[in-house]
């Protein structure tokens, strides 16, 4: 099977993770703290704080933003349902904007348009999270025009996208957001096992979820409520959770950031490679939008249902039996059971549903070779005939 994705792991990352566990800390030493700094240091960051996942970074994102009961968040419904469920977490509403049909992103004229309607209902979200599906970055800059105009808080769900720009700077550094999320989950463009990161330019944001991120306890000085006893002394000023990040995943971390810019390369060659090989079939290649440069965490195609022969599951199904792993990003959040339960319907949201009947993802990853590209293509051409 070629997988739609896989991690990459050399011999160097095998070694920095065997040297922690020779190691005194397994938990809370120096690798968790080097980590972030390289995360924030590549992002262009002033603060990065690692945890256990992006769906734990995204909680505490909320929760530092001030998110809670009788608030409401708004985000794409073309994304894991992560992104949606941090505003369930903290007892907020949660709601979405539909997508750009060219890009897959939130569409910032959707936005425009249910903000102006909020404004007039006194329904404004507190929240808006936009995805940058696939590793492409949203239309940032317009999106923090409206964070003005409006006053919302921004935290990007960047999970795909550590290593792409966005007007020639990298995403993380948070020049029209407040905290930017990243995923070190294994079919990620870096992989920490399990981890995530958020990244902020406010010490407060950074500070609140260091404290969140371990059980609201605090050793700062400058933190506690109450006059210290002794060295001994911490103080829980506020609920939180563990979601801690280990020494084993942080080196892993650090011995895989090396090898970015590796990533980000093979990656853009291989879309690059497959933009011309795909050329003439009845599909739709993703679009770059000239402001970006995608991590190329996906690369999704649209099977034009209306000129080629079969359905998108004859395709799909065509390319499992033949050993290419594909696979489908994403149903859309709103038409989960779940969600359907909270409310929402089919219908609500018709670009996202127009775009998921007709998606596949296939294989891209940094061990791909040309040959396995080849061979791809070349199933792939059959399904379509
Ligand atoms: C993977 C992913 C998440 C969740 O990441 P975890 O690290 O697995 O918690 C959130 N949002 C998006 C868009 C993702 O792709």
Redesign the pocket.
Known sequence: MIPYGKQDISQSDIEAVVQVLQSDYLTQGSQVPLFEKIVADYCGADYAVAVN??????HIACLALGLGEGDRLWTSPN??V??ANCALFCGATVDFVDIDPRTYNMSVAELAKKLQQAKQNNSLPKVVIP?H?AGQSCEMKAIYALSQQYGFHIIE?A??AIGGQYLGSPIGGGEYSDIT?F???P??IVTTG???VATTNQSKLAEKMQLLRSHGVTREPHLMTQPLEGAWVYQQVDLGFNYRMTEMQAALGISQMQRLNDFIARRAALAQRYNQLLEHLPLTKPFQHHDTRSSFHLYPILIQTEHASKTRLEVFETLRAQGIGVNVHYIPVHTQPYYQNLGFSEGDFPEAEHYYQRVMSIPVFHAMSDAEQDRVVQVLKQALL
């Open positions: 996942s992006a769906t734990s970074a995204l994304t894991f992560a992104s995805v599906f769900d999970s795909h999320v995923s070190f989950h079919v990620k399990e981890g995530g």
